[in-house]
Each structure stands twice: as C-alpha cells, then as structure tokens.
C-alpha cells in the first residue's frame, strides 16, 4: 500500500512547524527567564517563523521505521551514511528553492531502494528545465509543492502536469479559490496561516 500523507498536517507541519527552538530554559524563582532568541524563518516569513518541519503519516505503513530530514539535497557522503541507518524509511527533503537542473539532483539515485524521497518544495519551477529535471531522478520520489498564489501562467501549470511524482499542491490563497488552477491535473489543497 502506497503510504498516505496527511495534507492538513503535512502543511501545518511544513509552513508552521513543530520544532521547539531549543532546550527550555530553567531558572531559581529569583532570576529572570530569558526566552531563547527567534530563530530566522525561511523567506517570505517573519523573524521567529518557526523553521520548515514536515509531518508524515504513513497509514499503511506498520514498521518502525525513521525519517531523515534535510533542509537542502544531501551530499553523495550523507547518503552513503543513510545506508547505514536501521529501518530508514522516509528521507525528506525541505527546499526553499528550486535545484536548477538534473545535475543537483544526481546525488538522490544513490539513496537505499528501500526508502522513499519526500520532497517538499517552495513556489513554482523557475523553468521548464527545473520541472523536467525531477523526472530524471530514479529514486522514489513523492514531490508537494507549497505556492503562495495563483500560478503565473498556463504554462507553468503544464510543466507542473508534467511532474510525474508530483503528487499534489498546497497554495496559500485566501480565500480558497481555483482560479489559475483549472488545468492543474493533481489535488490541489488550499493553507490559512493564522500568526
């Protein structure tokens, strides 16, 4: 059975995140309390935005396997420290910007058979090329996309059918609407960040 991902709780996982951003600060009744320093949000968010966390539910999934999350593509030396991991499942990969070509992706066709590459990707391809590129990956790939509007133009929207692992778009349009999106061939969910 394919896994299943949650989208409210991926999304919510994703822009608003479930990271503490450190150790809790303990203090004697007689010192002050000092809350840890914001930590710089991904672009286009406000300082003290929580860092990208993905939430991934597996349903059909009863193992007890592990998730590895980077927030960039892994180097061909972490990936040949994955293999060393027990029950490694999930590699997620947390971009805020789009790989340019095939040729920043090539590390990703030495990752383990057994694990799955869920990526989780920011705004719209910045060219055909870009879209295209995904399709030369040959590891299992599940790609989500989070777009904060309504695409461009048609044309992008073809190079997002195009995207075979695409699995679905979150956009950030309020209120819900899908107007650009008529021809979008994937689900497409919508996201509300109330700050």
């Known amino acids: ?51 990208l966390l993905p939430l991934i539910l597996d349903r059909g999934d009863l193992r007890i396997g592990v998730t590895v ?20 499942a999930h590699v ?3 971009l805020d910007t789009w790989p340019a070509s095939y040729e920043e992706l090539t590390a990703l066709d030495l990752l383990p058979q057994e694990s799955d590459v869920i990526v ?8 055909r090329e870009a879209a295209e590129a995904w399709n030369l990956v040959r590891a299992r790939l599940r790609l989500v996309l ?9 044309a992008v929207v ?6 075979r692992a695409l699995e679905r ?11 650009g999106f008529e021809r979008l061939q994937r689900p497409l969910s919508f996201l509300r960040i109330v700050e």
Do not use: K
């Open 146 to 154: 989070l777009v904060p509007d309504a695409p461009p133009s048609p």
């Open 92 to 94: 997620v990969l947390a």
């Open 120 to 127: 989780l990707l920011r705004g719209y391809p910045p060219s």
């Open 158 to 163: 073809q190079d997002l059918n195009t995207m």
């Open 169 to 179: 778009v979150i956009a950030e349009v309020d209120p819900p609407s899908r107007a």
């Open 1 to 51: 059975m394919r896994p299943w991902t949650a989208t409210a709780l991926l999304a919510a996982g994703m822009v608003v995140g479930c990271m503490a951003n450190g150790p809790a600060t303990t203090a004697q009744p007689s010192q002050p309390v000092t809350p840890p320093p914001a930590a710089a949000g991904p672009p286009g968010r406000p300082a003290g935005h929580p860092t």
């Open 69 to 88: 999350q980077f927030p960039r593509i892994p180097a061909p030396d972490e990936i040949a420290d994955l293999s060393q991991t027990t029950g490694l």
